[in-house]
């Protein structure tokens, strides 16, 4: 009999924040209480080093990791920590890791029902969402002493652009056997895309926090 593989939530909470100080703080109850809503995961995890979020872990009955201080700096990257989680709590390699970043507190329930149903496929390995760009790379420019074109073209029409995208953390998941395999931003080539026709709030500065609870109140 084929064993029922375990999905994961973990949530990356750093204390520090240079834009909106203690924005992790003010915006756990968002992704928590949409988390209560997910019937799949057989943990969650808040991976911090903030103690102040150790009450809202219990709260919700999720567990909480005192991340190391190696991997809760500016420059730590999501990988880094995926991988101290994975061996200090010694997670199994068929084990679904899902990511979710406190910042982007608007979640739908269907994205993440189509984001598992690619989890239960055979060949999944590793699955993230992707947005197009605001700007395309082939219309920005370099300004320095003399104004250049980042990306040397003479293309104005949109339609003869080539059609690019941006990689989003909004749907993350990846097998553990995978992790090693993935860059520093959770994905490779063999990563199973997942395209949004949508904007994605993200909460990074005071203004943004503003905004999205003045939009809430509507």
């Avoid at 240079?18 to 809503?37: D, E, H, P, S, V």
């Avoid at 005192?66 to 390699?93: F, T, Y």
């Avoid at 998941?173 to 904007?199: G, H, M, Q």
């Amino acid at each position: 009999m084929e064993k029922k593989i375990k999905h994961i939530a973990i949530i990356p909470a750093r204390k520090n924040s240079k834009g909106l100080k203690f924005k992790n703080r003010i915006l756990f109850n968002y992704t928590a209480k949409f988390l209560k809503k997910i019937k799949w995961f057989n943990q969650v995890i808040v991976a911090s080093d903030d103690k102040f979020l150790i009450n809202s872990t219990k709260k919700f009955k999720f567990n909480f990791y005192n991340r190391e201080k190696k991997n809760a700096k500016d420059d730590s990257s999501i990988k880094s920590l995926m991988q101290e989680l994975v061996e200090k709590l010694q997670i199994n390699k068929n084990c679904v890791l899902w990511l979710f970043y406190l910042t982007i507190p608007t979640k739908e329930k269907k994205d993440f029902i189509k984001l598992k149903n690619i989890t239960n496929k055979k060949n999944f390995t590793s699955a993230l969402s992707f947005v197009i760009p605001k700007s395309h790379p082939y219309d920005c420019w370099i300004i320095n002493k003399k104004i250049t074109k980042f990306i040397k073209n003479d293309i104005f029409r949109r339609q003869d652009k080539i059609k690019l995208y941006e990689h989003h953390h909004y749907l993350c998941a990846f097998k553990v056997s995978e992790l090693n395999k993935l860059n520093s931003e959770l994905l490779n080539s063999n990563t199973a895309p997942i395209i949004l026709k949508k904007d994605i709030i993200e909460i990074d500065t005071k203004m943004d926090l503003n905004n999205f609870l003045k939009n809430k109140k509507k």
